[in-house]
């Protein structure tokens, strides 16, 4: 688990852990993400000016559209609700996940974890 993160934030790409279920998948990304954060930290007492990059953990979404997929993504990230309006009308999701992806680089979040993705909607997968 702590490789597949280490790759997922690195070069930026997103990878899959397959397994059966009840297999540890989700433990294991709990202690990748712990083990991740530390050596961020680690990092930063070394290099006081490093940003240290963290880790967003999404888990058993309750999301049936791509816009509630992002909004709760956004929720976890930034402890904040995103606006949806844009000049007066409805963003659009490829609009946010724009909007998400920026400010994800911004706060250096280097990762965004999700747990039983294979419980989403095949709509907020693609």
């Known amino acids: 688990c702590y ?30 993400a712990r083990q991740f954060e530390g050596e961020e930290l680690r990092l930063l007492r070394e290099h006081a000016p490093y940003r240290p990059r963290r880790v967003v953990r999404l888990c058993k979404l309750a999301v049936q559209t791509p816009l509630d997929f992002l909004i709760a993504l956004y929720r976890a990230a930034f402890d904040a609700t995103p606006s949806l309006r844009l000049h007066g009308r409805a963003k659009r999701a490829e609009e946010l996940f724009a909007e998400l992806v920026e400010r994800l680089r911004d706060e250096d979040v280097a990762a965004v974890i999700v747990d039983d993705a294979d419980a989403l909607p095949d709509a907020v997968l693609e």
């Open 3 to 32: 490789d597949a993160l280490e790759q997922a934030a690195d070069a930026r790409v997103g990878v899959v852990l397959v397994g059966p279920g009840d297999c540890g998948k989700s433990v294991g990304l709990r202690w990748a």
